[in-house]
């Protein structure tokens, strides 16, 4: 291969890893963000671009670009979870060290009733609704994200809403019972 032709070659792989960056940073940002909040999306989201550039003679053409993109997120969201783990199982072993007296090292915060819901599915099912809903992916592109058949999708979509479902009308029954209790007689 002469210098001419690996120049062109590179230009061509700047100018394609350019338009998939413009065509979809924002939706796996996004992404990125609904799972992880907004400090560690940045950097999931940056790493999934690495990736795509290092791969960037792997990645497939056209419509399954996406749903590679959203693939690759998904490992690494992942990781990040895992990452996440492990900080909170040494937070613990550090409060344990430190003694009772000492505030959490991470506080709770106010989740409606439809995010507690969810919050309390399986992570499958969690990843599933997601997709499909929030990100708006095609049972096609679930099935290539988790790796999975497309009749998978839609018989574990179907079972994930209705466990939804289930705990929501819980958790609204419970809110519904707390609220008829305070109200005086």
């Known amino acids: 291969m002469s210098d001419r032709s690996a120049v062109e070659l590179t230009e061509d ?11 979809y940073y924002n939706a796996i940002f996004r992404y990125c963000v609904r799972r992880l909040g907004q400090s560690d999306a940045e950097d999931a989201a940056a790493e999934v671009f690495a990736v795509a550039w290092r791969r960037l003679d792997d990645m497939p053409e056209g ?4 749903a590679w993109l959203y693939g690759v997120a ?3 969201i992942g990781s990040q979870y895992r990452s996440r783990e492990r900080r909170s199982r040494l937070s613990a072993r550090l ?3 430190a003694g009772p007296n ?3 090292l991470e506080p ?3 989740i409606d009733t439809l995010l507690t819901a969810l919050d309390g599915l399986s992570r499958t099912d969690h990843e599933l609704l997601r997709l499909s809903s929030w990100d708006g992916l095609t ?3 679930i099935a290539h994200v988790l790796g999975i058949r497309e009749n998978a999708v839609d018989q574990r979509l179907h079972r994930a809403r209705n466990r939804l479902k289930v ?11 707390l609220t008829h209790k305070e109200t005086p007689a």
């Open 167 to 177: 705990r929501f009308d819980r958790l609204n029954g419970e809110a519904s019972s």
């Open 139 to 141: 049972r096609t592109e």
């Open 95 to 97: 409060q344990q060290t």
């Open 74 to 76: 998904h490992r690494v």
């Open 63 to 66: 419509d399954a670009t996406r």
């Open 108 to 110: 709770a915060g106010d």
């Open 102 to 104: 000492h505030e959490d």
């Open 13 to 23: 792989q700047g100018i394609r890893f350019d338009q998939l960056f413009e065509s």
